[in-house]
């Protein structure tokens, strides 16, 4: 059974760098196609893409938000994180992970997502 | 960066009657290696993640009722239900995952008439 839960905190002041962890089970990060990635949703508006880690240490970030997003994994731990950098409060949004298999399918399983608020 | 465009953004539909939604996408979704269209559905119920239900473009994930059926190739694609249920209210999305960067539509608000 494949779960994903986003954890972090759930005010962040301006300009300070938000961290967020998704903790996986029920497959390995390392698993040949194996994908997980992280989308937001600003209250009452719609998805959008951040970024994505593979099994094999190939990221991808959305280019609009590039240079302030770094996504890494800890396979031992089960693992990924996204941090954010400089935020504002246009970030302020539901983040959620989400489990891909790059062969054969979109992001199926998705966490409950984690509300962050960006205010001073 | 592809750019997909549902229609309509809002959606009014009696109980019993088909509901039909839209998805264009700014490029073609068809991957000609192995002719898979790389396009998904998604609903939304509020407070609650997306859930799957359809994926490249016509297969209906495990589980979800047969009334739910994706249609379309290349860069336009429709969501049908085919018989409204008051359990089908929610926002739906399409997806695309051709390539990176990966995008969705806005949304489309599905309501009872």
């Known amino acids: 059974q494949i779960t994903l839960k986003e954890s972090g905190p759930t005010v962040v002041k301006p300009t300070q760098t938000l961290t967020l962890t998704c903790t996986v089970s029920?497959?390995?990060?390392?698993?040949?196609?194996?994908?997980v990635g992280w989308i937001r949703q600003p209250p009452g508006k719609a998805l959008e893409w951040l970024a994505i880690?593979?099994?094999?240490?190939?990221?991808r970030y959305n280019p609009s938000l590039r240079y302030r997003l770094t996504i890494t994994k800890d396979t031992s731990k089960n693992q990924v994180v996204l941090t954010m950098t400089d935020v504002d409060p246009a970030d302020t949004a539901t983040y959620y992970c989400?489990?891909?298999?790059?062969?054969?399918?979109?992001?199926?399983?998705w966490g409950q997502g984690t509300l962050v608020t960006v205010s001073s | 960066d592809i750019v997909m465009t549902q229609s309509p953004d809002s959606l009014a539909v009696s109980l019993g009657e088909r509901a039909t939604i839209n998805c264009k996408s700014s490029?073609?979704?068809?991957?000609?290696?192995?002719?898979?269209?790389?396009l998904s559905w998604y609903q939304q119920k509020p407070g609650l993640p997306p859930k799957l239900l359809i994926y490249?473009?016509?297969v209906r994930e495990s589980g979800v009722p047969d009334r739910f059926s994706g249609s379309g190739s290349g860069t336009d694609f429709t969501l049908t239900i085919s018989s409204l249920q008051a359990e089908d209210v929610a926002v739906y999305y399409c997806?695309?995952?051709?390539?990176?960067?990966?995008?969705f539509g806005q949304g489309t608000n599905l309501e009872i008439k």
């Open positions: 029920g497959f390995s990060l390392s698993t040949s196609g194996v994908g």
């Open positions: 989400a489990h891909r298999d790059k062969w054969l399918r979109p992001f199926d399983y």
């Open positions: 880690t593979y099994w094999n240490d190939d990221n």
């Open positions: 997806h695309q995952y051709y390539e990176s960067p990966f995008s």
């Open positions: 490029q073609s979704l068809l991957y000609d290696s192995n002719n898979n269209n790389y």
């Open positions: 490249w473009a016509s």
